[in-house]
């Protein structure tokens, strides 16, 4: 009897082609599958119990009503860093190994989330619309300080943060960061001063977040922490945006307490149109696009098929997310 090539069922709502995706995995003997958001219901009886492999897009829900109906898969890859909308869980008690891309884009993120802190910290936003609107007066934009004397603040020290810390270094900034799962060395390798979270609240002039969005990040930055940070300071977050509080963030950018933030994420994404944020002039909010380059998305998708590939034929995955594998 002849053997079935194994089955890729990518989940999809973002990339308009997969040709990519199809020449590296026919060159493995795979079939490819696609299914976007509004053909899901229809797909799910033709594909879920075959497919040996499943990749599930940024925002693409793939919770346990779905992991329950994967019979003969293997790996469920995520082609990013973020894995929140995966039940990693069910997954788990399915035998089903999940993995992200943890390091495809640090490059660009770190380039983004400093791109964003000289945008605020320099008015760039605020004098832009001030010409455009006829006005040409370079000190009606007030307050600006000398970007060497700020003290930034990391609140966590990963890869992106290490590689933000990295690429300030020379700019004569003082560097804090928190983070309890990292070790005193590392932190000494950068030239960053380990603080804790109180103390990184209450000295940073600029803020830049680098955590993931769990039970214990969620809502973390609420009114009262982001309130002990100096008077003018400003918030950067290119991580996950229920880290901050969005109202607290948006009644203290109004009580003229923060000077502002560089927002590429938010708690819901796309916002709403009238959503409040949107329509202050001290928030800058890019559509969660600090991974974008032309390099870093065929490294993406290249890394993701290899991801399958690999989980598919049994192979041990250095970026499988921890399981606690369930008895049933």
Same mark, same amino acid.
């Given at each position: 009897?002849?053997?079935?090539?194994?089955?890729?069922?990518?989940?999809?709502?973002?990339?308009?082609?997969?040709?990519?995706?199809?020449?590296?995995?026919?060159?493995?003997?795979?079939?490819?599958?696609?299914?976007?958001?509004?053909?899901?219901?229809?797909?799910?009886?033709?594909?879920?119990?075959?497919?040996?492999?499943?990749?599930?897009?940024?925002?693409?829900?793939?919770?346990?009503?779905?992991?329950?109906?994967?019979?003969?898969?293997?790996?469920?890859?995520?082609?990013?860093?973020?894995?929140?909308?995966?039940?990693?869980?069910?997954?788990?008690?399915?035998?089903?190994?999940?993995?992200?891309?943890?390091?495809?884009?640090?490059?660009?993120?770190?380039?983004?989330?400093?791109?964003?802190?000289?945008?605020?910290?320099?008015?760039?936003?605020?004098?832009?619309?001030?010409?455009?609107?006829?006005?040409?007066?370079?000190?009606?934009?007030?307050?600006?300080?000398?970007?060497? #004397?700020? /003290?930034?603040? %990391? +609140?966590?020290?990963? @890869?992106?943060?290490? $590689?933000?810390?990295?690429?300030?270094?020379?700019?004569?900034?003082?560097?804090?960061?928190?983070?309890?799962?990292?070790?005193?060395?590392?932190?000494?390798?950068?030239?960053?001063?380990?603080?804790?979270?109180?103390?990184?609240?209450?000295?940073?002039?600029?803020?830049?977040?680098?955590?993931?969005?769990? #039970?214990? /990040?969620?809502? %973390? +930055?609420?009114?009262? @922490?982001?309130?002990? $940070?100096?008077?003018?300071?400003?918030?950067?977050?290119?991580?996950?945006?229920?880290?901050?509080?969005?109202?607290?963030?948006?009644?203290?950018?109004?009580?003229?307490?923060?000077?502002?933030?560089?927002?590429?994420?938010?708690?819901?994404?796309?916002?709403?149109?009238?959503?409040?944020?949107?329509?202050?002039?001290?928030?800058?909010?890019?559509?969660?696009?600090?991974?974008?380059?032309?390099?870093?998305?065929?490294?993406?998708?290249?890394?993701?098929?290899?991801?399958?590939?690999?989980?598919?034929?049994?192979?041990?995955?250095?970026?499988?997310?921890?399981?606690?594998?369930?008895?049933?």
């Amino acid at each position: 009897m002849k053997k079935r090539r194994p089955i890729v069922w990518i989940l999809d709502d973002e990339w308009s082609s997969h040709q990519l995706e199809k020449d590296f995995y026919q060159q493995h003997g795979f079939e490819v599958k696609i299914t976007k958001s509004d053909t899901l219901e229809k797909d799910i009886p033709q594909y879920a119990p075959y497919a040996d492999g499943v990749v599930v897009q940024v925002g693409f829900p793939c919770r346990e009503d779905l992991i329950d109906q994967l019979q003969a898969c293997k790996v469920i890859a995520v082609p990013g860093v973020g894995y929140n909308h995966v039940d990693v869980e069910a997954a788990a008690r399915k035998g089903i190994t999940v993995a992200n891309v943890p390091d495809y884009c640090v490059e660009e993120v770190s380039d983004h989330t400093i791109a964003l802190m000289f945008a605020l910290t320099r008015q760039l936003s605020s004098y832009h619309h001030k010409v455009r609107d006829g006005k040409w007066d370079p000190l009606d934009t007030q307050p600006i300080h000398r970007f060497s #004397e700020k /003290t930034i603040g %990391l +609140l966590g020290f990963g @890869r992106i943060a290490r $590689m933000v810390a990295a690429k300030l270094k020379p700019f004569g900034v003082r560097l804090l960061a928190h983070d309890e799962y990292v070790f005193d060395e590392i932190f000494d390798m950068y030239g960053v001063t380990p603080v804790s979270l109180t103390e990184l609240m209450q000295l940073s002039n600029v803020l830049s977040l680098h955590v993931p969005l769990n #039970e214990e /990040t969620n809502n %973390l +930055l609420n009114y009262e @922490r982001l309130k002990l $940070m100096p008077k003018g300071s400003f918030i950067i977050n290119t991580c996950r945006g229920g880290v901050v509080n969005e109202e607290a963030l948006q009644k203290l950018i109004q009580e003229g307490h923060l000077a502002g933030a560089g927002l590429d994420v938010l708690e819901k994404e796309p916002p709403e149109r009238d959503h409040p944020l949107l329509k202050m002039d001290e928030v800058i909010i890019t559509p969660h696009a600090s991974y974008v380059s032309e390099e870093s998305l065929v490294e993406l998708r290249e890394r993701t098929c290899q991801v399958i590939v690999e989980g598919i034929q049994g192979k041990a995955l250095n970026s499988a997310l921890k399981q606690e594998k369930v008895n049933m």
